[in-house]
């Protein structure tokens, strides 16, 4: 069974920064597009980010343009999203997702996710 691991969340303050990191258990991330989503308390899931597997290409939501960037190492098999300027508004339980490619910043098919990580920015 396939497994993602994603780290990296905390508490931060607003305009602060943060670096999430997805690792995989039992298989090869670069085999695979990897997409970071986020799910604010009564909000629907977001796409956030997606990567390709080469890390080639990469694409964001316009809401996290020019904040976040995402990249991947395939020798150490890990995908990190670093978030800067962070907002109020960022804060959700962020995912990382493995899929076969990169429609924009989702990731598809959305069948292979992570336990999430916790991101609150707050004064």
């Known amino acids: 069974q396939l497994q993602l691991v994603e780290s990296g969340g905390g508490l931060v303050q607003p305009g602060g920064s943060l670096r999430l990191s997805c690792a995989a258990s039992?298989?090869?991330?670069?085999?695979?597009?990897i997409g970071w989503f986020r799910q604010a308390p009564g909000k629907e899931r977001e796409g956030v980010s997606c990567?390709?597997?080469?890390?080639?290409?990469?694409n964001y939501a316009d809401s996290v343009k020019g904040r976040f960037t995402i990249s991947r190492d395939n020798a150490k098999n890990t995908v990190t999203l670093q978030m800067n300027s962070l907002k109020p508004e960022d804060t959700a339980v962020y995912y990382c997702?493995?899929?076969?490619?990169?429609?924009?910043?989702?990731?598809?098919?959305?069948?292979?996710w992570g336990q999430g990580t916790q991101v609150t920015v707050s004064s």
């Open positions: 039992r298989f090869t991330l670069g085999d695979y597009a």
């Open positions: 990567i390709s597997r080469s890390g080639g290409s990469a």
């Open positions: 997702a493995a899929g076969g490619y990169c429609s924009g910043y989702v990731s598809y098919p959305l069948d292979t």
